[in-house]
């Protein structure tokens, strides 16, 4: 079967400035199922009149939901690595493409582990940020990352290029599903967390053997999660279920 593995992110990669986290985040689309979720895409713009979905740009709260609520009945799959950025290790990572690199190593592990488990092949679409490094990423991906013995990839990537989000809808649905993971430990201005979106997505969640911590939902180092009170208590409001960012193992 085949599929597409979008990618994009959400958050400042950069050392202790602008974001706490940094998220990188996979959606998984089979072929069979792109029509349906381009249609949904088209409908939501086309009520909320956007010419494309940047979700950190939609500010009314009630939009937001709508979107997540609308693409939650869609079939895709996600996986996450988050990186704590006050956590940074200048020694092991020099530079933010550094980091970078690992974090995406990190991410196409699960995806391909995943593929693997239900024997599927799929091209990696990046977000482009129309620069020269979008093309010195996707050599490295091809190049360097996938053929690299020691690495845990399995061979099931058919190939990796670069899309303008803003005019290659799916991955419109990968900037929600990242920044929705974002918002459930980034806290705002006010100091609150809004997990409600991830909530909401929490079925398309990556899990092996019903476990989603360090599959769909993998901290770059374990000492990155954070305490188990630490999100709860920059909850607005308290679900007797607990959301998947804060205690799920």
Known sequence: MSCTIYIDESGDLGANRGTKWFVLTAVIVDASDEPNIRNKLKAIKSKLNLQAIHFRNVKDFNKRSYIVNELAGEHFQMANILFDTNQYDKNRMQTERIAYNYICRYLLERVS????????????????????????????????????????????????????????????????????????????????ITPCFLYRLREKLYRRDGKLIKYGLKYFKDNMKPPKDNLKNHKVCENKKETPSATAT
């Not at 996938?146 to 690495?151: E, F, G, S, V």
């Not at 190939?159 to 459930?184: H, I, N, R």
């Open 113 to 192: 582990w995943l593929l693997r488990d239900t024997n599927r092949r799929g091209k990696i679409v990046l977000s482009s940020r129309g620069t020269s490094k979008d093309g010195e990423l996707v050599g490295y991906i091809r190049d360097k990352l996938l053929p690299y013995p020691d690495n845990q990839i399995v061979d099931v990537f058919s190939g990796v290029e670069c899309k303008q989000a803003s005019v290659w809808d799916m991955l419109q649905l990968a900037d929600v599903c990242a920044t929705s993971m974002f918002y459930s430990h980034e806290i705002n201005g006010y100091g609150f």
